[in-house]
Structure formats: structure tokens, C-alpha cells
């Protein structure tokens, strides 16, 4: 069964600071990896994904992440962050395509962002 | 906007009521699924539906129920409800395609009182 472990449940930075955020997956198989972003009230809203290809994604609003298989990670990072990233982000993963395959995401606890001024 | 719609936005109910929320899929997505948020659970999932067929279950109570309409929107059903229910309740689309996003609607915050 898979699942996705991110690591701290809030995250500090100041504005202009790097941010990394930490996502580890356990899958049996390859598997297909998400960010999202939930802002206060709202839904939440894919920053990137991974399913092939290229290990390093790039997503909106500056944001990126790599695919690294022998760490079983995807961590989502921003050079400079902004005040307006403060956010709970969300990593998530999906099995795919096969004869169960159903879409399906299994997402992290999430990590809530504060951007200090 | 997501091009998902979900109603009521917020739903105030005592226990032991029956509540229905709904779902209106983006434009060309067949499937539909379900989550549940809450601060101690996370987002758990709950049902998917494909075309109006059941896909997948989740964490999804007996006391909770689901259908897909012919016109593709989705209802959730959630009948004698207790205190532990409140939560947001997230719609999500996708066109089932390999590594296909979901994308998910604003919500349905429920309060049970």
C-alpha cells in the first residue's frame, strides 16, 4: 500500500528565504507524486506533479520539486519565498495506470507555512 | 477556479440528521471522488465514482452513502450524523487518465451540533 510521510507539521521562514518542504513516499511500485497547495477556506490546488521523465519538476509560483527514487523523496522547494506562499501544502501519491488503477491520491498530513516579514 | 462546484459551502445540522452535498464535476471529467478533512484525520478518502459506477472505497462510513448521476454529478450522503462528523468534505475530477490530477472543489464545511 503506498504512503506519503511529510516531515514537520509547520515549517517557519522569513521572506526571501529558501523553503523546503519534505515529502518521503512508500510505494510498491514507481509511483505518480503531487503537491498541493490549500490557502485558508479554499480547495486545493495543484503546484506540480511528477509521473515521468524528468525527476526535477517545476510548478507554479516558483515552485519545484525532484523525484528521487533512492531516497524515496520529493520534496518541494522555492528559492525565495513570499509572503503570500504561507499556506498548508499537501504532498500526495497515486498509483499507475494497471488493471486497479483508480486515480485515487494518498496525501501526506501537510505542512503548514508561515512566512515571517 | 477548479471548474468544480460544490453546495451548500457550509451545512449546520444537529445530530442524528441526514445531510446530502453535491457535486458538479469539471467538464469532461468521469470521475469523481470524495474526501474528508479534519484536524486529527487529515484528508481521508473516502469514494470514487467512474461514469456512475463505483470505483474505489476508502475510509468511508456505512452510515455514509454516495451516487454518480447520469449527467455526471455526484451526491454525498451522510445520514445519522454524530459530533465526530464535522468536517470539510472536498469533491475532486479527473479525467482518469494515466497521472491525471484531481481537482478539487471549496468544499463543504459541516458542523454537527
Known amino acids: 500500500a503506498q504512503s506519503v510521510t511529510q516531515l514537520g507539521s509547520h515549517v517557519s521562514v522569513s521572506e526571501g528565504a529558501l523553503v523546503l518542504l519534505r515529502c518521503n513516499y512508500s510505494?510498491?511500485?514507481?509511483?505518480?507524486l503531487f503537491w498541493y497547495v490549500q490557502y485558508p477556506n479554499q480547495g486545493l490546488q495543484l503546484l506540480l506533479k511528477?509521473?515521468?521523465?524528468?525527476?526535477l519538476v517545476k510548478g507554479i509560483n516558483g515552485f519545484e520539486a525532484e523525484f528521487k527514487k533512492s531516497e524515496t523523496s520529493f520534496h518541494l522547494t522555492k528559492p525565495s519565498a513570499h509572503m503570500s506562499d504561507a499556506a498548508e501544502y499537501f504532498c500526495?501519491?497515486?498509483?499507475?495506470?494497471?488493471?486497479?488503477?483508480?486515480?485515487?491520491?494518498?496525501f501526506g498530513q501537510g505542512t503548514t507555512l508561515q512566512v515571517k516579514p | 477556479d477548479s471548474g468544480v462546484t460544490q453546495t451548500p459551502k457550509h451545512l449546520i445540522t444537529a445530530t442524528g440528521q441526514r445531510v446530502t452535498l453535491r457535486c458538479s464535476p469539471r467538464?469532461?471529467?468521469?470521475?469523481v471522488y470524495w474526501y474528508q478533512q479534519s484536524l486529527d484525520q487529515g484528508l481521508q478518502f473516502l469514494i470514487q465514482?467512474?461514469?456512475?459506477?463505483?470505483?474505489a472505497k476508502g475510509n468511508i462510513l456505512e452510515r455514509f452513502s454516495a451516487q454518480q448521476f447520469p449527467d455526471l454529478h455526484s451526491e454525498l450522503n451522510l445520514s445519522s450524523l454524530e459530533l465526530g462528523d464535522s468536517a470539510l468534505y472536498f469533491c475532486?475530477?479527473?479525467?482518469?487518465?494515466?497521472?491525471?490530477?484531481?481537482?478539487f472543489g471549496n468544499g463543504t464545511r459541516l458542523t454537527v451540533t
Open positions: 465514482y467512474y461514469n456512475g459506477e463505483e470505483r
Open positions: 511528477y509521473t515521468t521523465g524528468a525527476t
Open positions: 510505494s510498491s511500485v514507481p509511483p505518480y
Open positions: 475532486a475530477s479527473s479525467v482518469l487518465s494515466s497521472g491525471s490530477p484531481l481537482h
Open positions: 500526495a501519491v497515486s498509483v499507475p495506470n494497471g488493471s486497479g488503477n483508480t486515480g485515487k491520491l494518498i
Open positions: 467538464s469532461g471529467d468521469l470521475s
